[in-house]
């Protein structure tokens, strides 16, 4: 029923709607104005666009000094995401994705080139944030939370997923790794160390 309410039809299924599917999970509009009574998703890329935007502007970019920029919209993000996406189903540019717009370059991609301008991508790069920065405890502060900056993804996509399926399988699937974290987080944390036993 859920899924229905959020617009799931056979044909989105048949087609193989991937968009569909990938804003169950981080969704790209404001899931309280969507229109759907009671969504009862976390909103994602809102947050993100108003994150980035807050910190470009407290920042001091594109003020009196600076280049000019453009406030960013959940859909510019959305579509950086995909552009990372795509270029990672295409099997990489090995850190040089700035390929991917290159005309002259065997990795230059049309549909990547036409949905954003590289100099927009690289603005996004530049900026994109997760959180609000100094509304957050800093390190040495009562309540800080050193995987901050990164968590805001994570919360959304267990919450969404938790929201959207009625049934689970117990089994569990495991990464055989020994290592529990290999994000970005500076030394001492306590995040990152390694499983023993």
């Not at 009574?37 to 470009?56: I, L, Q």
Request: a negative charge.
């Amino acid at each position: 029923d859920i899924l229905q309410k959020l617009g799931l039809t056979k044909g989105r299924i048949e087609m193989r709607d991937s968009l569909f599917f990938y804003q169950l999970i981080l969704p790209i509009c404001n899931t309280q104005r969507s229109g759907i009574h009671s969504n009862p998703r976390k909103s994602y890329y809102c947050e993100v666009e108003k994150f980035t935007n807050m910190s470009k502007f407290e920042s001091g970019m594109g003020v009196s000094f600076g280049h000019k920029w453009n406030t960013t919209s959940a859909m510019e993000l959305a579509t950086f995401d995909e552009i990372l996406i795509l270029d990672g189903v295409m099997g990489g540019c090995q850190g040089a994705l700035y390929r991917r717009w290159d005309e002259g370059c065997s990795l230059f991609d049309k549909t990547i080139a036409s949905s954003m301008t590289l100099i927009i991508f690289g603005e996004i790069k530049r900026s994109l944030k997760l959180c609000h920065n100094n509304s957050s405890s800093q390190k040495g502060q009562e309540g800080y939370d050193p995987s901050y900056k990164f968590d805001l993804i994570y919360k959304t996509m267990v919450h969404n997923t938790n929201a959207v399926t009625e049934l689970a399988e117990e089994n569990q699937t495991v990464d055989e790794t020994s290592w529990p974290h290999c994000g970005y987080v500076e030394a001492g944390s306590g995040i990152c160390g390694r499983l023993k036993g």
